[in-house]
């Protein structure tokens, strides 16, 4: 299994700024999911092993950036211009580029993002 470990959640103003961090044991194709309660697990971006191809949820794109770092095997979610509907645990998975959950193999522990107004 893949051992991911994530940071950077924490409370933001709407229309501030976030980075997440996802450390992973290998380099693999990597994406980011968020649950928000009472909501499903939802598909927000997702990056190839190397960061050349990246994919986004449409009401993501344009505000929210992912991006890696192979040497350290390292994946980041730039988060910018946030809106309160963009609350929830933010979770990183590996092991594939696409929108199904089911396609990932290891999950991370989740970090809390709130926004407020």
């Known amino acids: 299994q893949v051992q991911l470990v994530e940071s950077g959640g924490g409370l933001v103003q709407a229309g501030g700024s976030l980075r997440l961090s996802c450390a992973a044991s290998?380099?693999?194709?990597m994406g980011w999911f968020r649950q928000a309660p009472g909501k499903e697990r939802e598909f927000v971006a997702a990056?190839?092993?190397?960061?050349?191809?990246?994919n986004y949820a449409d009401f993501v794109k344009g505000r929210f950036t992912i991006s890696r770092d192979t040497a350290k095997n390292t994946v980041y979610l730039q988060m910018n211009s946030l809106k309160r509907e963009d609350s929830a645990v933010y979770y990183c998975?590996?092991?594939?580029?696409?929108?199904?959950?089911?396609?990932?193999?290891?999950w991370g522990q989740g970090t809390q993002v709130t926004v407020s107004s």
């Open positions: 290998g380099r693999y194709p």
């Open positions: 998975a590996a092991g594939s580029f696409y929108s199904d959950p089911s396609a990932y193999d290891s």
């Open positions: 990056i190839n092993w190397n960061g050349v191809r990246t």
